[in-house]
């Protein structure tokens, strides 16, 4: 293994311009990262000698031109890692990463630097510097004292301990989610009990037990039903047999809980409940090391949010308008259910089955009859007049090296034709291509100090069907409204126009603010004006009927009151358990989660249900006091696209309005990460958010009915 490999030979360490897709190979990986890490090593070093005068040239400058390139070069190997997997590459990518993850929390944890930072900003060079370089500073401060580098040189080992301890005990919870998950299975073997499935799941369930010799073809017939929620939840959905329904539903909400063993073949050692308490008395003890009350608060510092106290008053406000809905939904189930499914007494069991009944009764339409209404081409030809009517861009084909011949790259511009940003778009599902769809950034603007501008690239990943037989691809609506999403993360990112690397684009914005511009795009997919002009059925070339567009629209907010319930019982257990819950005390985490839902809910919970056990988003998942996001972000978006809805009725008659984009793109995402979300939403809205648009985009304004 060699560190003298040249530049020139290794297409990793070639930045001058975009990533030499199509000539990375694996044993490219090792050497590179020989070259980078030692430099940026060397970067920090340098930095952080005591003779290294504390300024942004000598000090921030260097070691941010040291470690992009690392950034960079990883991110390209993280991308393929992601989207075109083999073998040798994960081998490499997995040698690698410790290497990687090591280097960054060492420059978190180095206090030499930490000085310099500090000095620098009580330094008479700290007033002159910008609003974007102060805020920069002000970042990696916080991140500093947030990892410890303020505590007493003595305190310092017992921190990192607990810190350890928490990364076991969350890595413990979710294995015991996963083992207690996978012990149990639900063997159906009279047919008459698969009444009400759909072909496909009992499909996968036969598979499933022909895997396991459950299943010989002629004297024994069976079916292999799990509590992975693609085989439970189309139980719960379709299945007339009430029986199975109980016994699954009772294994799954005990999952890895003392309960477990009593229903599958649970073990103890398998249960939550101690490792819950234990993850909460060392996330306790950390907070109070660093000076704050709880970990709400720590949770909390480097998000919008301003305090534990301002988050709960959000959710029971929004509790407070969306209950009358959500009692309405639950007294609608329950006249369903007796007098269409003659049940008198809705279980916990019945819930979902009994909803998908009364969606489908009341808002029966197809999918597939929706999809074909949405071929590629119009798609994306509607995204991108969306997107060039608001912002005032041109978006065009453009060329670069790719790592799938099914991978295209597009440019945007300026109206006078400058290039403003480029993206991959890497479309379809294929094999060695990771699920779900993301925005990733490729590079970030950045002004160098010599004055060039390196232009934004982002790539753009999605997992839909691809073309099959000639045809074009067709999306469902569900994967429209995914696209513009991640296309909204995109222009966040593609649109900035700082020049400080570590605030422009995404870098440096809030967490619970970081899905405003995706969400907010989405909107835009449930719009009549759009949809009506970028539909196109594939065989006809009409555009989507009105009144099966009215018939989405309608089942989109199906249940929505107590769907937003569900979400607040959750963020509020989240919070009271990070804010003054006592783990040491008599009352449980679950004693909490049942009080909790008991105030905030008008479903009762099943009294044996245990679902905080496999509660991995906080316990197991980085969501620890920061569940609240999800409805916290969904405010933000709501409320932002309002001004869209606004300007419509009051002037240009359609949501697409020119001036409103315009100051959007000024105020909320050319600024990224370089000032407050908090304050970049009031200089787009003109005030603070409020909750309004959300509940009436989820048809729940005071007194509406459907
Ligand atoms: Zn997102």
């Keep these: 293994m060699s560190t003298q490999s040249s530049k020139h030979d290794n297409p990793l360490l070639d930045f001058s311009d975009l990533p030499r897709f199509g000539e990375i190979r694996p044993e490219h990986v090792t050497p590179a990262l020989d070259v980078l890490l030692a430099d940026a090593n060397a970067a920090v070093d340098r930095a952080s000698q005591p003779s290294t005068p504390a300024s942004w040239a000598d000090v921030v400058e260097p070691v941010e031109r040291a470690t992009e390139p690392l950034a960079r070069a990883w991110g390209v190997i993280g991308h393929l890692n992601a989207v075109a997997d083999t073998p040798e590459l994960r081998a490499v990518y997995g040698e690698n990463l410790p290497r990687v993850t090591e280097f960054w929390s060492s420059v978190g944890q180095n206090l030499a630097l930490y000085e310099k930072y500090k000095a620098l900003s009580a330094s008479g060079e700290f007033p002159s510097l910008t609003a974007e370089r102060k805020k920069i500073l002000d970042n ?207 279980q916990p069991w019945d819930m979902t089955f009994a909803a998908e009944r009364l969606r489908q009764k009341r808002y029966a339409f197809s999918e597939n009859e929706v999809k074909q209404y949405f071929p590629e081409d119009a798609v994306f030809k509607g995204l991108f007049k969306v997107t060039e009517t608001l912002f005032g861009v041109k978006i065009r084909r453009d060329e670069a090296a790719v790592w799938h011949p099914d991978v295209r790259f597009f440019r ?114 449930w719009e009549w004006d759009v949809l009506s002009d970028m539909t196109s059925h594939v065989e006809t070339a009409k555009p989507l009927p009105r009144d099966l567009f009215d018939k989405m629209l309608a089942a989109k907010n199906f249940q929505s009151g107590l769907g937003t319930l569900r979400q607040i019982v959750f963020s509020m257990f989240d919070m009271q358990l990070h804010v003054d819950f006592d783990p040491s005390g008599t009352k449980s985490a679950n004693d909490l989660a049942r009080e909790i839902n008991e105030r905030f809910h008008v479903v009762p919970q099943a009294a044996f249900s245990r679902w905080p056990n496999t509660f991995s988003h906080i316990f197991a998942g980085g969501y620890a006091a920061g569940y609240y996001s999800y409805k916290w972000a969904e405010v933000l978006s709501a409320d932002a696209y309002a001004a869209f809805e606004e300007a419509a009725q009051a002037a240009s008659g359609s949501v697409l309005d020119a001036a409103t984009g315009t100051r959007y793109r000024k105020e909320i995402l050319e600024v990224g990460g370089s000032r407050p979300a908090m304050e970049s939403f009031k200089a787009f809205r003109g005030r603070e958010p409020n909750i309004d648009a959300l509940l009436r985009h989820n048809g729940m304004t005071p007194g509406a009915t459907h």
């Design 412 to 525: 945007v511009e300026n109206q006078d034709g400058g290039l403003v940003a480029q993206f991959y778009l890497d479309l379809y599902a294929r094999e060695g291509k990771r699920g779900g769809a993301w925005m990733d950034d490729a590079r970030a603007r950045h002004k160098h100090a010599h004055g060039a501008v390196q232009t934004p690239v982002a790539y753009l990943t999605c997992n839909f069907s691809a073309p099959v037989g000639g045809k074009p691809a067709c999306f469902t609506h569900d994967e429209v409204i995914t696209l513009f999403h991640e296309f909204g993360h995109g222009l966040h990112h593609m649109l900035t126009r700082v020049d400080e690397l570590g605030v422009s684009g995404i870098n440096g914005v809030e967490w619970d603010a970081v899905e405003l511009p995706s969400q907010f795009m989405e909107n835009f997919a």
């Design 140 to 346: 990696s401060l916080r991140d500093f004292r947030l990892s410890g580098a303020e505590l007493p040189e003595d305190r310092k080992p017992h921190f990192a301990e607990l810190q350890e301890r928490q990364a076991g005990l969350s890595k413990g919870f979710s294995d015991h989610v996963l083992d207690a998950t996978n012990a149990y299975s639900y063997i159906v073997e009279n047919e008459a009990e698969l009444v009400g499935l759909p072909d496909d799941v009992i499909e996968g369930a036969k598979e499933a037990a022909e895997r396991e010799g459950l299943n010989n073809g002629a004297d024994r017939q069976a079916w292999k039903f799990t509590l992975h929620f693609p085989s439970y939840f189309p139980v719960m959905q379709y299945s007339e047999n009430r029986a199975m329904r109980e016994t699954m539903y009772r294994a799954y909400v005990t999952r890895a809980s003392e309960m477990g063993p009593t229903y599958g073949r649970g073990k103890p050692e398998w249960d939550n409940t101690a490792n819950i308490a234990e993850q909460l008395k060392l996330r306790a003890e950390e907070s109070h090391m660093l000076g704050y009350r709880n970990f709400a608060e720590v949770s909390l510092a480097p998000k919008m949010a301003e305090s534990p106290a301002q988050v709960m008053a959000f959710l029971e406000d929004l509790a407070t308008r969306a209950r009358p809905h959500a009692e309405k939904d639950w007294q609608e189930l329950r006249d369903f259910a007796a007098n269409e499914l003659g049940m008198t007494e809705l």
